[in-house]
């Protein structure tokens, strides 16, 4: 099992930065690949953000590729997004997502997610 907990969402004005992070904790921490962050906005499913491998291969949605970037610390297990040039569009449920490869399976761990919300 994996434990996922984010941070770091809150209430931000049309063109100012937050930093969300997510710290992941568990037995099977150490089969952890991939971690990424995905967005959830009311009625809708779940939309990637951004991942980042544990060699630090990253991939970017296109509404957010020069605006966020995911990074990670791979020793603190801990992987974070910083958004800048927030928009209004932006506003939705952040979640932390990890990947645990089992060599046969994958297992795919959420954590319970953070708000964002921008202001115009």
């Known amino acids: 099992q994996v434990h996922l907990v984010e941070s770091g969402g809150g209430l931000a004005q049309a063109g100012g930065s937050l930093r969300l992070s997510c710290v992941a904790s568990?037995?099977?921490?150490?089969?952890?690949?991939?971690m990424g962050w995905y967005r959830r906005v009311l009625g809708s499913q779940p939309e990637l953000v951004a991942t980042?491998?544990?060699?630090?291969?990253?991939t970017y949605a296109d509404f957010w590729r020069g605006r966020f970037t995911v990074s990670r610390d791979n020793v603190k297990n801990i992987v974070s997004l910083q958004m800048s040039s927030l928009i209004p569009e932006d506003t939705g449920f952040y979640y932390c997502?990890?990947?645990?490869?089992?060599?046969?399976?994958?297992?795919?761990?959420w954590g319970d997610g953070t708000q964002v919300t921008v202001s115009s």
């Open positions: 997502r990890a990947d645990a490869d089992h060599d046969t399976y994958v297992d795919h761990f």
């Open positions: 568990g037995d099977d921490v150490d089969d952890i690949t991939v």
């Open positions: 980042i491998s544990n060699d630090g291969m990253t």
